[in-house]
Each structure stands twice: as C-alpha cells, then as structure tokens.
C-alpha cells in the first residue's frame, strides 16, 4: 500500500491530496469547490460518470458567476446530444447561459426539481443541483475530459488572471496557522486591515 502523498500545485495555491486507503479529496481553489469524484470541462460543466451514464451539472465557479438562477430549461427524455451541444439553458438574474453537453449520448433522466426550484444549482451544484442523466454514446469519450485537477490549475488561472484574486491553500487544520502567518509576512502592512493582538 503506498503512502498518502500530496501535491501542492505553488504556482496557483492549490492542495490535493489522494492515497489507496482515503478517497480522494476534494480541491478548494480559493473560495471555489472542485469535486474530486468527476471530470470537467473548459467551460464549467461537470460530468460524474458511472458506468455507461452520466449526469451532469455545472460547476461551483459557474453558478456562483451565474449569480441567483430563476430557471432552468431542461431537455426532454429522449432526446440526444452530441459533445457540445447546448443541453441545457440557465436563465439568471444577469443572463441567460448554455451548458453544453460534456459527453454524447441521449437523456434518460432529468432534474424534474429544478422546475419548482432552480436555486437548488446555487445551493447544492454538485449534488441536488445536477440537471441531467445522459446514457453514453461512447464512454470512452471521458478520456476527452478534464480531471479534478486538470480543471482546478484552469480555474486557478481564470481567478488570478481575471478577477485578481488572491488563491487560497486548501490545507489541514494543523497546517492553517502556520500558511496565515507566512500570508501576512508578505502582505504590506496597509493590505492586512487589523491591529495584531497580543496572544
């Protein structure tokens, strides 16, 4: 059995962490989740994939720049879809968004929830949140995919470069304190916002 190894992406202030007797976690890319159990895509979509069906949602990063969602458009059982077509519609306050479709294959199951209650994809995007059960054309096609990973360095890149964000470490309990007080040496005193107390 190996041991529990980590990989601590610097550039970008990612944590991960996978081992043969621990699932593997998940990724937190600054205030952003990324589920560990899935694949990606390039434009937030996600696919959980078991066995020859997979369903689909979008991501935390997508609903949250989406904002308060008021309605989804969902397709019909039945229908089929290839790589890239628009699945699925969200209607938000700010705009009205395709979610393509990140496998091919047709839809045996939709979300009927969303109906009554869309914001289920701002509160729970990776799991009541999920829009649609696709049954795979070609599972294979998952290879095509981005994983956790994969997708966390992209997001990383977009937080940084587009909104300017700080990205934060996703670290254990015991390792908090030590990365806070490495964070602060490098900040100017004007940026850090509080009078240090005395301990």
Same mark, same amino acid.
């Given at each position: 059995?190996?041991?529990?190894?980590?990989?601590?992406?610097?550039? *970008?202030?990612?944590?991960?962490? *996978?081992?043969?007797?621990?699932?593997?976690?998940?990724i937190?890319?600054?205030?952003?989740l990324v $589920?560990?159990?899935?694949?990606?895509? $390039?434009?937030?979509?996600?696919?959980?994939?078991?066995? @020859?069906?997979?369903?689909?949602?979008?991501?935390?990063?997508?609903?949250k720049?989406?904002?308060?969602?008021?309605?989804?458009d969902?397709p019909?059982?039945?229908?089929?879809?290839? +790589?890239?077509?628009?699945?699925?519609?969200?209607?938000?306050?700010?705009s009205?968004?395709?979610?393509y479709?990140?496998?091919?294959?047709?839809?045996?199951?939709?979300?009927e929830a969303?109906?009554?209650?869309?914001?289920?994809? @701002?509160?729970?995007?990776?799991?009541?949140?999920?829009?649609?059960?696709?049954?795979?054309?070609?599972?294979?096609?998952?290879?095509?995919?981005?994983?956790?990973?994969? *997708?966390?360095?992209?997001?990383?890149? +977009?937080?940084?470069e587009?909104?300017?964000e700080?990205?934060?470490?996703?670290?254990?309990?015991?390792?908090?304190?030590?990365?806070?007080?490495?964070?602060?040496?490098?900040l100017?005193?004007?940026?850090?916002?509080?009078?240090?107390?005395?301990?």
């Amino acid at each position: 059995m190996e041991e529990i190894f980590e990989e601590v992406y610097k550039e *970008y202030g990612i944590k991960y962490e *996978y081992s043969e007797e621990v699932a593997m976690e998940d990724i937190w890319v600054g205030k952003y989740l990324v $589920k560990a159990d899935r694949y990606y895509t $390039k434009d937030h979509e996600w696919a959980l994939v078991k066995g @020859n069906r997979a369903w689909v949602g979008i991501t935390d990063y997508a609903q949250k720049e989406l904002g308060d969602i008021v309605y989804v458009d969902l397709p019909s059982v039945g229908e089929e879809f290839e +790589i890239g077509d628009t699945l699925v519609n969200v209607e938000s306050v700010k705009s009205v968004s395709p979610v393509y479709a990140p496998l091919s294959g047709s839809v045996v199951e939709v979300n009927e929830a969303l109906n009554d209650e869309p914001a289920l994809v @701002n509160e729970s995007p990776y799991e009541d949140g999920w829009m649609v059960v696709l049954e795979l054309k070609d599972p294979s096609e998952v290879e095509d995919l981005l994983s956790p990973e994969e *997708y966390a360095g992209i997001l990383a890149e +977009i937080v940084m470069e587009e909104k300017g964000e700080r990205v934060s470490l996703n670290l254990p309990e015991e390792e908090t304190e030590e990365v806070i007080e490495e964070s602060l040496e490098t900040l100017p005193e004007e940026e850090i916002g509080y009078e240090e107390k005395e301990r």
